[in-house]
């Protein structure tokens, strides 16, 4: 019999729903049951054919489980190694290789040092960064968020300067990446699953949380087909088997905004019926499609187009215009040829220094000053 786990932490309604759409398809010789754990011992195989992760981005434990499943053959959806390696700021600047739009973007030193570490171990950092050639990049309002992070945590609009050294004080060990903003017509946030199946949902982000599914975006075919294949240029790019994409569109071009959803939010409260009736069946569907192909004794894990691009030595720009892989839009500002992403998750460092909260100073002219010596960490 070939096991489907889920893994998962507080979510209600998807796990179950999940492993009950598995089942009663009755598939000779697979079936579904929530991941059961009572030790994990290096080298030695799981029960699970394959794993659906909703939840080792907060439980580190259960990243280091899935791998040690991975090396053993367990197809974990998504893959532990890449989504320990990405971020949203590498994300980025992979687009910027395989032609697809995001907002112009830099990645900041945090704002407190990160423990264990001293103004020593920054020393490769100029002070003051050069805040008036990024705030001129950037410009104002924009976005700080950090680089590796979900569910709009630490997410800030800034408004001018100033605004944007009070708020960054206030991230302590977050490094943060400052965003251009994206003003809207409208914005889809899709589902990608397997790389194949793409649902493109109108998603209203200035509606009240429970309303956000409630939009009234009507994409015309050729629009739709457009945003999804974007969305599939992403997802094969990053090689996530389960992720969303956001896309707002300024002029009618699409811009990627948030692409790193590895555990997407697929509660049925949240989402509405009708999504969470796609999710759940394309979910299904898709882990059965694993559970058949699965070859004992391999890796049976995704890898992404960036990842065998490098591994086979090729230019990174090779990922850009394929025929699959078209971008659907032309970009505005001619930004190289290709673009890439890449998600990575959490613990950088950042130095402390960097960007003095310039609470006190007038925001003025930008340059923060260098780490405050001590750098007192704020608890957030
Ligand atoms: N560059 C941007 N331009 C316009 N809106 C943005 C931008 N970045 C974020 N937002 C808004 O903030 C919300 C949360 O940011 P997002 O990048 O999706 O973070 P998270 O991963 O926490 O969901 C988005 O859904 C969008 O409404
Ligand atoms: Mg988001």
Known sequence: MKKIGILFGMEESFPKAFVDRVNSKKEAGISAEFVSIDKVVQGETSDYTVIIDRISQDVPFYRGMLKNAAVSGTAVINNPFWWSADEKFFNNALMTKVGVPVPKTVLLPSNERPDDTSEKSFRNLKFPFDWDTIFNYIGFPAYMKPFAGGGWKSVYKVHNAEDFFIKHGETGQLVMMLQEEIVFEEYYRCYCIGNKYVKVMPYEPRNPHHLRYVADFKPSPAKLKELE???????????????????AL???????????????????????EENFEWVVEHAAKYAIERAKAHKPGQDNLTWGDYIKTSVAKKPVADLAGT????????RKAPAKKATTTAKTTTKTTAAKTTAKPAAKKPAAKSTPKPAAKKATPKKK
């Open 323 to 330: 025929p699959a892989k078209k971008p659907a839009a032309p």
């Open 250 to 272: 300024r002029d009618g071009v699409p811009y990627a905004i948030d692409f790193c959803n590895p555990a997407p939010d697929a509660e049925a409260s949240s989402v509405g």
């Open 229 to 247: 294949g974007i969305v599939l240029n992403i997802c094969g790019t990053l090689g996530y088997d389960f992720n969303t994409v956001e896309l």
